[in-house]
């Protein structure tokens, strides 16, 4: 008498037709859940995490280019935003002044609302003890700790960056007639004093493309970029205001370069910053009586993708330069004597809702659907054991075949090694992409070729320890029918004769893994609740199944009729 369940050949591999119905239905609605769960919950994940930060996060922007040394500080205006998720329209940003310590970049207090102002461009100017912001639509100054707004027009249009002139703020407007505009206060109002100025430029030198001016040793030199119809042809001259001569300072310039007039001991210099083959190159030229003197500003290893864009001051004989990488990131070189004397880089001097935990943000999420096939393999485990044939029988022989939560198990145990290969290379990537701003301003790409042969190079051998481990894996399996996860559970891999099946059998149901590994083995684990053997793609091709490997089962007689 058989003392095993009867089964017919439609049903083979159930205990009844009922039992593969039931089973049939339950585990094809449970593989579209986890689909759609592993295709919606990552997202929906990264949404629940990033949003409330966004929302709850002030979007804090700075301008560097307006900014302004004064009483050994940096000061600048910044425009803080925070969304306003239902209705964006009344999400306006505030404007306040804000500064930090030359020392290392720090805040140096809290920073100072500018009541009124919308405009986070206007220029800064110290002049004495005031530090003047001004706008194109509002003028005041900041003196003892409180911002006043005086009441009258901005600055005019289509002017310079501002200079102190005679200890009073002062731009040159260019309109019709180019002017020299002084700034007064006169009965809380900001008043500008107009100056008819005749620049006298020569006209075969080319149009006027950019002005600026600057106050050394008490007196104001002009300096004009003339670019003729050809845009990379342009030259830089200078002369003091009440001169008529304009004088060279570079002969030959590019339209897309940009330079800063400073007062450098004294005199007048001119520092250049030009982009070329992809690089920031800084360059101060100073004028004495024997002419202009060019001499290149090295502040370190430029990027290949220059995002430096410089801030250029002068503090007495040193050059100070400023540059805004990333948001919420500053650096500061100073420079004298043909050489750098400090430097010094913040990278959190301002919040920025994605820092260097971006990656961790896109990655937590993509390991959630890991999580949701081991509970599949755990749900499916249950109902196989209440529809579905425990053993295999082969020639007299009966083995126990080994629970898909078992298999599900060893596979994540067998994944350590198979990643171990990546650990090096994936924390040289972690860090690489975790900082936008090193990615691409500085070490990633500088020096050329050897870039790509490193990124490559370690790419190549990670996938070679892979290979490795694949191959060792596989003939673990032929052998032995055991790799480190499948001897912790104490499963193995048979042939479906019961025999090893030999590293070549072994190798191609490896090497099919990587498709029942498909949407986190969500493919692998429907196969093997389904197919008659328990196998997935890997066993099909290679004709193996996976049993137990309990003492004493190995040779069981099959129940005869």
């Not at 964006?88 to 310590?101: G, I, T």
């Not at 290392?104 to 004495?128: I, K, M, N, Y």
């Not at 102190?164 to 006169?186: F, K, M, Q």
């Not at 701003?437 to 500088?446: D, G, M, T, V, Y």
Request: charged share 20%.
């Amino acid at each position: 008498m058989s003392t095993g369940p009867q089964l017919t050949d439609s049903d083979r591999g159930y205990l009844s037709a009922e039992s593969k119905r039931r089973f049939t239905l339950i585990a094809g609605v449970m593989g579209a859940v986890f689909f759609l769960a592993q295709t919606v919950l990552p997202m929906a994940l990264m949404f629940l995490i990033m949003v409330p930060s966004m929302v709850t996060h002030e979007f804090t922007m700075i301008d560097v280019d307006q900014a302004a040394l004064w009483r050994d500080e940096l000061w600048f205006t910044q425009r803080t935003t925070r969304v306003n998720w239902r209705d964006p329209e009344r999400s306006v940003p505030a404007v306040a002044l804000a500064r930090v310590r030359l020392a290392d970049l720090s805040s140096a207090g809290p920073a100072v609302p500018l009541a009124g102002e919308r405009d986070s461009t206007a220029s800064l100017l110290p002049v004495g003890d005031r530090l003047w912001i001004i706008g194109p639509n509002d003028v005041g100054y900041f003196k003892d700790g409180s911002y006043t707004r005086l009441e009258g027009p901005g600055r005019p249009a289509r002017s310079s960056q501002a200079f102190v002139y005679g200890d009073s703020p002062a731009v040159i407007s260019l309109g019709s007639v180019p002017a020299l505009n002084t700034l007064r206060v006169e009965a809380g109002r900001a008043a500008w004093t107009t100056r008819e100025l005749v620049l006298g430029l020569r006209p075969e030198g080319g149009a006027l493309h950019a002005l600026q001016a600057v106050e050394a040793s008490g007196r104001l030199y002009l300096f004009a970029e003339l670019c003729t119809e050809t845009p990379d042809l342009c030259s830089l001259s200078y002369r003091e205001l009440d001169r008529e001569a304009w004088l060279p300072v570079v002969d030959e310039l590019c339209s897309c370069a940009s330079w800063t007039a400073v007062a450098l001991e004294s005199r007048p210099a001119v520092v250049l910053s030009e982009q070329k083959e992809q690089r920031t190159q800084l360059a101060l030229v100073t004028l004495g009586t024997n002419g202009p003197r060019r001499d290149p500003i090295e502040i370190g290893k430029p990027g290949r993708m220059a995002l430096d864009r410089w801030r250029e001051f002068s503090s007495g004989n040193r050059l100070v330069l400023v540059s805004q990488g990333m948001p919420g990131s500053l650096r500061l070189v100073e420079w004298a004597d043909g050489r750098v004397v400090r430097s010094v880089r913040n990278r959190g001097t301002f919040p920025f809702p994605f820092g260097g935990n971006m990656m961790l943000f896109m990655v937590i999420p993509q390991l959630l659907p890991i999580v949701l096939s081991l509970l599949l393999a755990l749900l499916l485990t249950a109902q196989m054991r209440r529809h579905r044939v425990q053993e295999y029988a082969f020639e007299g022989q009966r083995r126990t075949f080994a629970s898909l939560w078992q298999r599900a198990l060893a596979q994540l145990v067998d994944v350590i090694p198979f990643l171990a290969g990546f650990v090096v290379p994936g924390f040289w990537w972690w860090r690489m992409f975790s900082d936008p701003e090193r990615l691409l301003e500085s070490a990633p790409f500088e020096g050329g070729a050897w870039f790509p042969l490193l990124f490559f190079g370690i790419s190549i051998a990670a996938f070679g320890w892979a290979l490795l481990v694949l191959v060792v894996f596989s003939y673990l399996e032929g052998r032995f029918g055991k790799t480190p996860g499948k001897w912790l559970l104490r499963i193995r891999v048979l042939g479906t004769d019961l025999r090893p099946c030999g590293f070549r059998r072994a190798f191609l149901r490896n090497l099919l893994t990587f498709v029942d590994g498909f949407l986190s083995f969500l493919v692998g684990a429907l196969l093997v609740a389904l197919t008659e053997s328990w196998q997935r793609l890997g066993d099909l091709a290679a004709r193996t199944i996976v049993v137990t490997d309990a003492s004493g089962e190995g040779h069981l007689p099959v129940s005869q009729s």
